[in-house]
């Protein structure tokens, strides 16, 4: 039966509150847990990837199962690459993946193609400065290893190369996300990214941004002997996403495309100039993909087969379930 009207609200509202309790109390266990970091960054990241690997699928069930988003896949079909494959290739352990930036939500794109590669809680990603002093949510981000940028590279720098050194020391798998255009794509940062590029001779994009190669370019350089690959995602929705609360409610639900391509660290450049071009490269792969996607309604006429399915998570919900009673139950005891 499909709820509607005043009880979809209800539930809505009571779940909402849930992941958000659960987010809280994730933040509480962190922060105690912030001690073990002056003994063992290790032991720490360990405990952060763990709370993660239990968390975040909450956000993927309300967006993708709750809110109604459909995601589209295409591309590489990655599962061959992944632990379990027939082909024994194994696991990617570590990876950098970039996404084209078109709206707020983009970054719970990277959480669904980790939960389908089985490292949701391994995800990393560079987020804007500002978010870090948002209440309960920037101090579990940054415990989580998310790096926080300016987006000014003489600013950035000295916080970039560190989060390299902790992401090679931690001895903990990563997925860093980024962002290479560094801004989101719209009508007036694309007219300003075409009269930086005729100005230096770059490539001219209608439907993305240029890339801002050097902190791409820094990751590849810092992190080549530790990575497995490269994950390509070039997004495009079909209509434009609901607010973020209304994002998980399913009333204006959105379809997402997203193509996924596949590179091996073994066959990106090695010297700082070509791995430029390369991502210009990228870049321009994308401009016509979505022009593409613009006057069909799609990438391929084959997509890929990468569910998302709750039941996988049943333990985490029933553990997260006794968590949040028995936090509630506490505080009402000692409170009120």
Known sequence: MKLTGLPRAIIYGLYLFFIFTCIAISDVIMTLSIPVLFFSRSIFRKITNSIASFGWPLFTFAFETFGRNKIVWSGEPIHEYQEGSSKGL??????????????????????????????????KIAMKDVIKYIPFVGVGIWAMGFIFLSRKWQDDQKKINQAYSHLKTDGEPFWFVTHPEGSRVNATNVKKSQEFAKERGLPILNNVLLPRVKGFTSSVLALRDNLDAVYDLTVAYKKRPAGFLALFFGSRPTE?????????????????KHIEQWLYQRSKEKD????????????????????FNPKNYLINFLVWLLIFSLSIYSFYYLFI
């Open 256 to 272: 997402i495309h997203v193509h996924l391509k596949r590179f091996p660290i073994q066959s990106l450049p090695t010297e700082e």
């Open 288 to 307: 016509i993909l979505i022009q593409q996607f613009k006057d069909k309604g799609y990438f391929s006429e084959k997509p890929l087969d990468l569910p």
């Open 90 to 123: 194994g696991r990617d352990r570590n990876a950098l993946v970039t996404i084209n930036h078109t709206y707020y939500c983009d970054w719970l794109l990277s959480f669904s193609l980790g939960e389908r590669c089985g490292r949701i809680g391994n995800i």
